[in-house]
């Protein structure tokens, strides 16, 4: 977790997702950059005054929205103490992306070189973090996401919990994950009855993981009434965890909406960092 990438957008759970950043850089001494995210420009040609001056203040609108989430970003960098990057070098510190291009597809492409990209907690309200953002990283990244909680923790990855269901994708988030497992001071493997799917054990993943010399312990829950995603986040509350690692969308997108899934529940009530990869 040696390179960090943080979106920045005037969102109402911006300050959360940068104090999440700056923990995650103060503990790994990662590099961080930030950059403006916003929506493209609308793509209007002037054929006349009026279309004219509406691409003029669309313009206007964009350049001030570039300079908003760079002092954003400045500030908390600097109040975190932070320094700023000057090449290779020892500790965490930060640089800030100038002249990013808007639109999401930036952001799945420039994540692709980065350990992992913080993002906030996806909600349904207009002023939040926007779900096109985190399905750029995941879909488009190739790389892992971390999502902010709506307040930040004071620690992140003393414990540990694996939501382990045997998928590719839950593979991918320890695989991707192993530096922050390193660091565990506990890591619990969970799984779930109800949202298994066919592949590896719980228990042959804790033993794997113990062949690290990992603190590894493996719990599992049977069935309840509870769905998967509540039944992991009510463990993770109960054992203390601050970071869950969680597999994106093992079953399909379009299916988690319309019927609910367990990536789904943790995205719209997780309180605790969660890694998340595709």
């Known amino acids: 977790m040696k390179t960090v990438l943080v979106p920045t957008a005037p969102h109402e759970l911006m300050d959360p997702t940068l104090q999440t950043a700056i923990a995650l850089a103060r503990r790994f001494g990662s590099y961080v950059e930030g950059f403006s995210l916003r929506p493209p420009l609308a793509e209007i040609v ?3 005054m009026v279309m004219g001056l509406t691409w003029a203040a669309d313009e ?12 954003t970003f400045q500030s908390f960098m600097d109040a975190a103490g932070l320094a700023r990057d000057a090449g290779q070098g020892e500790g965490p510190r930060w640089r800030w992306h100038a002249d990013a291009p808007a639109g999401d597809e930036f952001v799945g492409a420039w994540a692709r070189i980065f350990d992992v990209t913080v993002v906030g907690r996806p909600t349904q309200s207009a002023t939040g973090p926007r779900m096109a953002t985190l399905e750029a990283v995941l879909f488009e990244g190739g790389r892992p996401a971390l ?5 930040a ?4 990855g003393e414990t540990i919990v694996v939501a382990w269901n045997g998928s590719t994708e ?3 988030v320890v695989g991707m994950g192993m530096g922050l497992l390193a660091r565990a001071k506990r890591v619990h493997v969970l799984t ?5 799917v066919p592949g590896p054990s719980g228990e042959a993943l804790a033993r794997a993981l113990q062949r690290h010399g990992l603190p590894v312990e493996q719990v599992h829950i049977g069935p309840e009434k509870r769905n998967a ?7 993770a509350e109960s054992v203390g965890c601050d970071l869950l690692f969680k597999g994106a969308y093992t079953q399909s997108r379009i299916r988690q909406m319309i019927f609910g899934g367990a990536t789904s529940h943790i995205l719209a009530n997780a309180t605790i960092p969660v890694f998340m990869a595709h």
């Open 60 to 71: 206007r609108a964009d350049e001030e929205a570039e300079v908003q989430a760079r002092e």
């Open 147 to 151: 999502i902010a909680p709506p307040r």
């Open 229 to 235: 995603g509540e039944a992991i986040l009510d463990y």
């Open 46 to 48: 002037s054929v006349d």
């Open 170 to 172: 839950t593979a991918h």
């Open 192 to 196: 779930v009855e109800s949202g298994m």
């Open 153 to 156: 923790r004071d620690t992140i």
